[in-house]
């Protein structure tokens, strides 16, 4: 699987959008893009995941280049329950369940 | 539909014990996937189980074992205890095998004294 880049951590005031980058530059053609977050000592929680189109759903939207070398995750109206660690995992989905976490990045949102 | 769960929630054992800790997924899913959390590693892969068969294995000692059952929960056992292996392991499932999203429980957070 792709490594990830991510940057260790972001604050976002409450209220705006929160974009959240990542770097996957050598992903490759078949290789899905996952968002996950972990709020403090709970289980990770699924966002969202894309391949080559944007996404959005209820909790983010997915924007991925075109290049598919990066992505980016946003919130759109941050919220002090949105403070989290947010994982971007870059996989294959045909080689099992597992899911390589990086460190994620530390989203901080300030009232 | 209820989540997934994972009993105890708390565990402290001693260096050499073994410990069995379990996890029930969400109902109808059929696979169930193992990780270990740590502030110095981060989270890792333990091992997955789809139809009772582990499916796949990460880098961790033979000490580290589980099983599936015919209803998909899951067990995950670990022998001769030792002081590093105090984390949170979080028992995570899924529909299938092969790609589809998973849906994590709280964890059981042991402690090895």
């Known amino acids: 699987d792709a490594k990830t880049t991510q940057p260790p951590s972001m604050d976002c005031a409450e209220g705006r959008a929160a974009n959240l980058p990542c770097n996957h530059s050598?992903?490759?053609?078949?290789?899905?893009v996952y968002w996950y977050r972990q709020i403090h000592s709970q289980g990770p929680q699924y966002i969202i995941h894309?391949?080559?189109n944007n996404e959005t759903n209820e909790m983010a939207s997915l924007i991925i280049t075109e290049d598919r070398k990066s992505s980016t995750l946003i919130l759109p109206h941050a919220t002090l329950r949105d403070t989290a660690v947010y994982y971007c995992?870059?996989?294959?989905?045909?080689?099992?369940?597992?899911?390589?976490f990086g460190t994620g990045t530390s989203l901080t949102v300030i009232p | 539909k209820a989540g997934v769960t994972q009993t105890p929630r708390y565990l402290i054992k001693t260096r050499g014990q073994q410990v069995t800790l379990s996890c029930s997924p969400i109902?109808?899913?059929?696979?169930v996937s193992w990780y270990q959390q740590t502030p110095g590693q981060g989270l890792q892969f333990l091992f997955e189980?789809?139809?009772?068969?582990?499916?796949n294995k990460g880098n961790f000692p033979g000490r580290f074992s589980g099983r599936q059952f015919s209803n998909s929960r899951s067990e995950m056992n670990v022998s001769t205890l030792e002081l590093g292996d105090s984390a949170l392991y979080l028992c995570?499932?899924?529909?299938?095998?092969?790609?589809?999203?998973?849906?994590f429980g709280p964890g059981t957070r042991l402690t090895v004294t």
């Open positions: 995570a499932s899924s529909l299938e095998t092969g790609g589809y999203e998973q849906y």
């Open positions: 050598t992903i490759s053609g078949n290789e899905y």
């Open positions: 894309g391949l080559k």
């Open positions: 995992i870059v996989r294959l989905t045909n080689t099992g369940n597992q899911f390589y």
């Open positions: 109902s109808g899913h059929r696979s």
């Open positions: 189980y789809f139809s009772e068969t582990q499916r």
